[in-house]
């Protein structure tokens, strides 16, 4: 059972454009979301996490948008860059986000030069 | 923003064998660490929460004999892969949750081959 999807396996955009991410919860307990960026062979990096009492969350070029009565999230990246290729992964966790981390299958960005 | 290590990065040994992986927290404390296994073209798996000075905590499916995890300070978790198979090679990756923010850091994780 899928608490955290990412039903997109891949995105491509161009450099410049914006980059948008999804991710669905079932779990209506998940209170506290996050969102982590992995290169291949390394541990993933801690990009933005948002709590259910917003319905945005901004920092720099990433912004986290929630609406829970979708139970669906989505990370915005303006403007794209080429560094920012990599694998995404949408993160779920109830009280405050003090329980363990549920994990979406994560997403393949690609943003071309 | 925090940090946190794992030694070694890469390890190869034989079948049969032990192998242990440290996860450290470098500039900040954290009572709860987090053992990850990430399988080809899937998400994180969590294997077992380790809390600071008691037993960890295993997820459903993960043997807690095989996987032996130790915190004993607020900065350094261990994960002993015991008696290893080949069907355990992986990437291992540990978390650490600073206890101010409730936020996960991770490391940089490690390859585990088993020949």
């Known amino acids: 059972d899928q608490q955290v999807k990412q039903n997109s396996p891949s995105l491509s955009v161009q450099e410049g454009r914006i980059s948008i991410l999804n991710c669905d919860y079932t779990n209506s307990m998940f209170d506290y979301f996050l969102w982590y960026k992995k290169y291949p062979a390394e541990g993933p990096t801690f990009l933005i996490s948002?709590?259910?009492?917003?319905d945005k969350n901004e920092d720099g070029r990433f912004t986290v948008f929630l609406n829970k009565s979708a139970k669906h999230l989505s990370l915005h990246i303006v403007p794209s860059q080429p560094g920012d290729s990599a694998v995404y992964f949408c993160?779920?966790?109830?009280?405050?986000?003090?329980?363990?981390?549920?994990f979406g299958k994560g997403m393949k960005l690609t943003v071309n030069p | 923003g925090a940090v946190v290590s794992q030694h070694p990065s890469r390890v190869i040994c034989k079948s049969g064998t032990s192998v242990k992986i440290e996860c450290r927290s470098l500039d900040f404390q954290a009572t709860t660490m987090f053992w990850y296994r990430q399988f080809p073209k899937k998400s994180l798996m969590l294997m077992a929460t380790s809390n600071e000075g008691s037993k960890a905590t295993y997820e459903q499916g993960v043997e807690k004999d095989k996987f032996l995890i130790n915190h004993a300070s607020l900065t350094l978790s261990t994960l002993t892969v015991t008696s290893a198979h080949p069907e355990d090679s992986s990437f291992y990756i540990c978390s650490a949750r600073d206890q101010l923010q409730e936020t996960q850091y991770f490391g940089p994780g490690t390859r585990l081959l088993v020949l």
């Open positions: 993160a779920a966790s109830s009280q405050g986000g003090s329980e363990k981390l549920v």
């Open positions: 948002i709590s259910s009492i917003k």
